[in-house]
């Protein structure tokens, strides 16, 4: 059974750089086929995905947050990480990992049943 968990400051202060870890049970994050990405939904707004990491280590990235956003894995630790630079407000959310094995086309928005695995969710609010 793949297991993941989020973990990361819940409170980041504007301008400031956002990281969070997920950490991966159950599956080695190199095992063929699997991808892991980031995703995350404001209040009342959808599920964002911001952005993939292929066990080859291959990575996509949304347009909008192209510049701003790094993914990567460690694969000694079986974790993969989101850093997101220049947080603003906007950027309040609880943020998920969530995997499946196989890529998912492109979209902006996901929904709950085009992964297999998720993580229960962290809280990151942007403040001062």
């Known amino acids: 059974q793949v297991q993941l968990q989020e973990s990361g400051p819940g409170l980041v202060t504007p301008s400031q750089t956002l990281s969070l870890m997920c950490t991966v049970t159950?599956?080695?994050?190199?095992?063929?086929?699997?991808?892991w990405t980031w995703i995350r939904q404001s209040p009342g707004k959808g599920l964002e995905r911001i952005g993939d990491?292929?066990?080859?280590?291959?990575?996509f990235y949304r347009s909008s947050f192209a510049n701003r956003i790094t993914i990567s894995m460690d694969t000694a630790k079986n974790q993969f990480s989101l850093q997101l630079k220049s947080v603003t407000p906007e950027d309040t959310a609880v943020y998920y990992c969530?995997?499946?094995?196989?890529?998912?086309?492109?979209?902006?928005?996901?929904?709950?049943?085009?992964?297999?695995?998720w993580g229960q969710g962290t809280q990151v609010t942007v403040s001062s």
């Open positions: 969530a995997s499946r094995r196989s890529r998912l086309r492109w979209g902006d928005y996901v929904n709950k049943d085009d992964y297999e695995y």
């Open positions: 159950g599956a080695s994050i190199t095992s063929n086929w699997y991808f």
């Open positions: 990491i292929s066990y080859t280590g291959s990575t």
